[in-house]
């Protein structure tokens, strides 16, 4: 995307969102499982492209005039998308179904049990990798760290060499920035661990050692959700669970801003020098 896309725009700063849950999952395609898209693989110690997913049947299928027709089709029409959004939340359902009826056994019944157990359980906010939040443990994990590390590197390097500044945003998940501290607490406990931003953590490491700065959200969610007692996450029952609700959103936009700010200010400084 950054090759292709991004430069036509002349951008003075291009922002990473690198979201913890599932951003270091989805450069492995032993963790991702899925055959139908790149990664970058390392050949010889080099950070690679690999697009083998064109050679799968699968693929192929993918591009015969028919389902580019569709394709098309729902690209153009907000009914048709409709559906499709539909269609994919009632497979995530089933699947969340299945998954936590065989985890757990039982349904609680409360709601500050429901949004502990999915905090606990791994299950109930869709996308959350528990791995994600720990060191790795097996090579696997590793690789995908190593390839993750190494592509923001590689990204930092061409954004410089464009003119451009490279910020990296870490965002946030509901179980990790909570205003519980019980709904934390079982969170860590599920991880056995005492530390929620070890994500976090790891890329600041990165940074430092490539030289681009980083501004992690999960700390100032943390604090603003305690403080002011609030959900930054989800909605109604689901609170605390998926995306950002209105305020998170907020929260996020004033705190990214004024980030920008300060790194457009500071080379309009350097520039006046």
């Not at 048709?80 to 939340?89: A, E, G, H, I, P």
């Not at 939040?133 to 190593?146: I, L, V």
């Amino acid at each position: 995307m950054l090759r292709d896309r991004v430069w036509m725009y002349s951008p003075d700063v291009m922002l990473l969102a690198f979201t913890p849950d599932n951003d270091v999952r989805n450069n492995s395609r032993a963790l991702e499982q899925d055959e139908l898209r790149p990664y970058f693989v390392f050949q010889n110690a080099r950070l690679v492209p690999d697009m083998s997913f064109r050679d799968s049947p699968s693929f192929r299928q993918k591009l015969t005039l028919l389902n580019r027709t569709i394709y098309t089709l729902i690209n153009y029409s907000r009914l048709l998308q409709l559906v499709n959004v539909v269609r994919d939340d009632i497979v995530t359902r089933r699947k969340l179904a299945r998954t936590q009826t065989s985890q757990t056994g039982n349904q609680t019944t409360n709601q500050l049990g429901n949004q502990i157990q999915a905090a606990t359980n791994g299950t109930g906010d869709v996308g959350i990798e528990d791995q994600a939040y720990m060191e790795p443990k097996d090579p696997t994990w590793n690789e995908a760290w190593q390839v993750t590390e190494a592509l923001l590197a590689q990204m930092n390097k061409e954004v410089n060499e464009h003119g451009a500044r490279f910020l990296v945003v870490t965002v946030t998940s509901g179980p990790q920035v909570t205003s519980d501290p019980a709904a934390r607490q079982a969170f860590m406990s599920r991880l056995k661990t005492q530390d929620l931003f070890y994500v976090e953590r790891r890329i600041e490491t990165v940074s430092q050692r490539e030289h681009f700065p980083v501004l992690a959200l999960a700390p100032v969610f943390v604090k603003y959700a305690s403080d002011h007692q609030t959900a930054l996450h989800g909605f109604g029952a689901q609170l605390n669970l998926g995306h950002w609700n209105a305020e998170g959103h907020r929260l996020a936009g004033e705190t990214i801003a004024e980030t920008l700010c300060e790194m457009l200010m500071s080379r309009g400084s350097e520039n006046r020098k």
